[in-house]
């Protein structure tokens, strides 16, 4: 629907775009059947990712929870693909159906890749700092992140510490039973360890350049960004960062104790 994954519209699949979307799994379709002898190539993505992978992927879990997939109903794929590729290019319609939808919803939320709400105009501006912002990033002077929520460091307080420690310590843990690792000291403790003076250093030396290019953009618009906000985005005082694997380690020993031990039901 967002037109997200045609490479090119109004023209029929080819190995060079299926390649370049799926690379080696193309191998599984035949791309000179009939099926697929239609000028648009939304086509071979339904059938490639939409069916052999998403619906897949769900087939498991049919006889044990309701499966929804709104986005595959047959009514609105075959209204949103009787519509011109036009209509789709570079999410459209998809932009514009949420905003007449849910206008309240996309005025302030930013959009994880411009980092604008797409309530609002991409402008000259706005361009040249995204450009900044994917330069800077690809030069490790700015962290690349596309997270709405600071679990690194939710994870870090003490509440949570003390909580992950209780939940993931090997003599009653259930997963010490089956895993020979200890989550606590292989990544809990990890994840709470300081950087060494040197790495501090080069932190420095990075929340230096962002904050110098903070000033400049500063010139050309408003900016509510706090000193504060400004060091945490550019600069990081622990040395590794094991929230993903924390969490599921701890949905893992959670799903444990509700199956075996009946706990943490409610």
């Known amino acids: 629907m967002k037109g997200e994954w045609v490479d090119e519209f109004d023209k029929r699949i080819t190995k060079k775009t299926a390649f370049n979307r799926f690379r080696k799994h193309i191998t599984f379709t035949n791309l000179d059947e009939d099926y697929y002898d239609i000028s ?3 086509i071979y993505v339904l059938d490639t990712r939409g069916r052999r992978y998403i619906n897949m992927g769900l087939i498991g879990a049919y006889n044990t929870i309701e499966i929804r997939r709104p986005f595959l109903d047959n009514d609105l794929v075959d209204f949103v693909y009787a519509l011109p590729d036009s209509y789709r290019k570079e999410r459209k319609l998809y932009t514009k159906a949420l905003l007449y939808k849910y206008p309240e919803y996309y005025e302030n939320i930013s959009w994880q ?3 604008y709400p797409i309530s609002k105009k991409m402008t000259i501006h706005r361009k040249i700092t995204l450009l900044i ?10 962290k690349n992140s596309r997270e709405f929520s600071d679990y690194a460091n939710w994870l870090r307080t003490p509440d949570k510490v003390k909580f ?12 010490s039973n089956y895993i020979k690792e200890n989550f606590i000291d292989k990544y809990v403790e990890s994840h709470y360890q300081k950087n060494n003076l040197i790495y501090r250093c080069y932190n420095m030396i990075k929340f230096m350049i962002y904050s110098i290019k903070e000033y ?14 400004i060091k945490n985005k550019s600069v990081s005082q622990y040395k590794h960062d094991y ?3 924390i969490c599921r380690a701890l949905t893992m020993e959670i799903w444990f104790q509700q199956v075996f031990n009946k706990k943490y039901r409610k």
């Open 40 to 42: 648009h190539q939304d």
């Open 113 to 115: 890749f411009t980092g």
């Open 133 to 142: 912002k994917n330069i800077l990033k690809k030069f490790l002077i700015l």
């Open 164 to 175: 992950i420690k209780r939940i993931l310590d090997p003599k009653n843990a259930i997963y």
């Open 216 to 229: 400049i953009l500063k010139l050309f618009r408003d900016s509510t960004k706090s000193y504060i906000f």
């Open 243 to 245: 929230s993903e694997e």
